[in-house]
């Protein structure tokens, strides 16, 4: 019998949880944060091994509709598996402190249980090589999430959580009629199957049906993204929850999203994908623009981060159903250094604001004088969002717009002023808190820089989007090879020649 690897993986967050209840309450913290750098060690190994030896997994679960217990690892799973573990502790080292010294529900022990459930739910969406397992994955990270946000967060967390689950259980529901969908489609096949292999191998016959179930995904997805106008539960959550809370909502469960339109939208529905794709592109640029001017006018500081990532998810879905290699290659590597950067953001953000007491931009000035730390994080962080030349955002970033210019030139034209946007809102935001005299504010709440805990929850996210910004290529080669293999072949998809557009 193969060893599970992947499903080791996946429970190792669950069996922290466990040791949790049956610890005395003070060990909580220790035992989530030992808990989370295991299951990032053992990731290591993982895919150390999976270079040499195959580690997927397939278990018969439900035959009469074709459904399996299927996992595997392959470039774009790998990526977001490795961004996910490594997020995750940093976000415990980052809320340390968050529950301490209550009981119930909003303890310490339940905060750190229910991130590492998210982590646990999140990792096997990411592994899912079957349409059941993922829809069910997929589900199960809202109720963690739904629980940190309502649980922890600001005066109108109860309302925020609400909205969030409610979005989240609508494009869930969207979705069941989508797998629904591909079942019966499957069931017409000699060998019907909902494994990702086997449905990017089917060509279904295109139709007012296909389209119907391409169309029940892309919404769940979106919603899920999110994109506009299904974006409006992403300011109210990021601004109720905990920093932790939004780091990991917007870097891990927001990212579900834009996977499932590559896994499931361009794998499955390929020529869907071709049909569907001028009015996703109008939508991704709606959102470049709507997000960056709501950033730019916004004063709260977690909504602003918010509005920015509506943005940034223009450019991932732009990059998407571009259908080119460079394009979805370039989106795949901006999921991981979107959720590193706005992941660091959030945190060192969050420092600043419970210090001050205050979300508001205009309530500091001058804090470049008083926390130089904290300022210097938070410029990096900012940078690495506007996508700053020798960040692997920049990288990112190109290869979207480079690969949609290929294709589309006037879409890829258009979505470059929001490169411009970004550095707006990024620069304007930094020069009017870190810059300038010291406020009487800042310089009664802002007594001192950040503590070496909360720099540690920091420096890895900064250190790898450093080096990544130089050194791409070892995640690129990874993701490289699913999209020319697995996702341009699907859709029996070409790169333009020379800058003409295919078909002409």
């Known amino acids: 019998m193969v060893f599970p690897f992947l499903s080791v993986l996946g429970l190792l967050p669950v069996i922290g949880v466990v040791a949790m209840l049956v610890s005395k309450a003070g060990a909580a913290r220790v035992i989530g944060l030992v808990t989370a750098l295991v299951t990032l060690i053992y990731t290591g190994a993982v895919i150390a091994y999976s270079t040499t030896a195959s580690v997927a997994e397939n278990v018969t679960w439900l035959p009469m509709i074709g459904s399996s217990y299927s996992l595997n690892l392959d470039g774009m799973g790998l990526v977001m598996v490795a961004m996910t573990v490594l997020l995750v502790p940093m976000v415990l080292i980052a809320e340390w402190?968050?529950?301490?010294?209550?009981?119930?529900?909003?303890?310490?022990?339940?905060?750190?249980?229910?991130?590492?459930?998210?982590?646990?739910?999140?990792?096997?969406?990411?592994?899912?090589?079957?349409?059941?397992?993922?829809?069910?994955?997929?589900?199960?990270?809202?109720i963690p999430m739904y629980f940190l946000i309502g649980g922890w967060g600001g005066a109108k967390r109860g309302k925020a959580a609400a909205k969030f689950l409610l979005f989240g259980l609508a494009g869930g529901l969207v979705m069941l009629f989508g797998v629904i969908g591909v079942a019966v489609l499957s069931s017409n096949t000699e060998e019907p199957s909902l494994g990702f292999m086997a449905l990017n191998a089917l060509s279904f016959n295109s139709n007012y049906v296909t389209k119907l179930i391409f169309v029940c995904f892309f919404v769940a997805f979106a919603l899920k993204a999110p994109m506009v106008p299904?974006?409006?539960?992403?300011?109210?959550?990021?601004?109720?929850?905990?920093?932790?809370?939004?780091?990991?909502?917007?870097?891990?469960?927001?990212?579900?999203?834009?996977?499932?339109?590559?896994?499931?939208?361009?794998?499955?529905?390929?020529?869907?994908?071709?049909?569907?794709?001028?009015?996703?592109?109008?939508?991704?640029?709606?959102?470049?623009?709507?997000?960056?001017?709501?950033?730019?006018?916004?004063?709260?500081?977690?909504?602003?981060?918010?509005?920015?990532?509506?943005?940034?998810?223009?450019?991932?879905?732009?990059?998407?159903?571009?259908?080119?290699?460079?394009?979805?290659?370039?989106?795949?590597?901006?999921?991981?250094?979107?959720?590193?950067?706005?992941?660091?953001?959030?945190?060192?953000?969050?420092?600043?604001?419970?210090?001050?007491?205050?979300?508001?931009?205009?309530?500091?000035?001058?804090?470049?004088?008083?926390?130089?730390?904290?300022?210097?994080?938070?410029l990096v962080a900012g940078l690495a969002s506007c996508a700053l030349p020798g960040t692997a955002n920049f990288v990112s970033e190109f290869m979207a717009l480079a690969g949609t210019w290929s294709r589309h030139p006037v879409i890829a034209g258009v979505a470059v002023i929001g490169v411009v946007l970004a550095a707006i809102y990024i620069l304007w935001t930094y020069q009017r808190m870190m810059t300038g005299p010291v406020t009487q504010a800042t310089a009664n709440h802002i007594t001192g820089d950040l503590s070496w805990r909360e720099r540690w929850a920091l420096i890895p996210l900064v250190a790898v989007i450093l080096v990544l910004g130089v050194w791409p290529q070892p995640v690129l080669s990874q993701i490289e090879q699913t999209t020319t293999d697995v996702y341009m072949t699907s859709a029996s998809a070409t790169d333009p020649v020379a800058g003409i557009e295919e078909g002409r």
């Open 230 to 378: 299904g974006h409006i539960w992403l300011p109210d959550a990021a601004e109720e929850s905990t920093p932790g809370g939004a780091a990991l909502m917007v870097g891990v469960l927001d990212k579900l999203g834009t996977f499932g339109m590559i896994r499931v939208c361009i794998g499955i529905f390929p020529d869907e994908s071709r049909w569907a794709s001028p009015v996703i592109l109008i939508l991704a640029l709606i959102s470049i623009f709507y997000g960056a001017f709501a950033a730019i006018g916004s004063k709260n500081l977690m909504r602003l981060i918010a509005y920015t990532s509506i943005s940034h998810f223009g450019f991932m879905v732009m990059g998407i159903f571009s259908l080119t290699s460079q394009s979805i290659t370039g989106s795949i590597f901006y999921m991981v250094n979107h959720a590193l950067a706005t992941g660091a953001l959030y945190l060192v953000v969050g420092y600043l604001i419970a210090r001050r007491g205050s979300p508001d931009v205009d309530d500091f000035g001058g804090v470049a004088k008083v926390a130089p730390l904290a300022a210097g994080f938070t």
């Open 97 to 142: 402190k968050t529950g301490l010294g209550v009981t119930g529900r909003f303890s310490s022990r339940a905060f750190v249980a229910l991130v590492l459930l998210v982590e646990c739910f999140s990792l096997f969406s990411f592994m899912s090589f079957d349409l059941v397992i993922f829809y069910i994955f997929f589900e199960a990270t809202l």
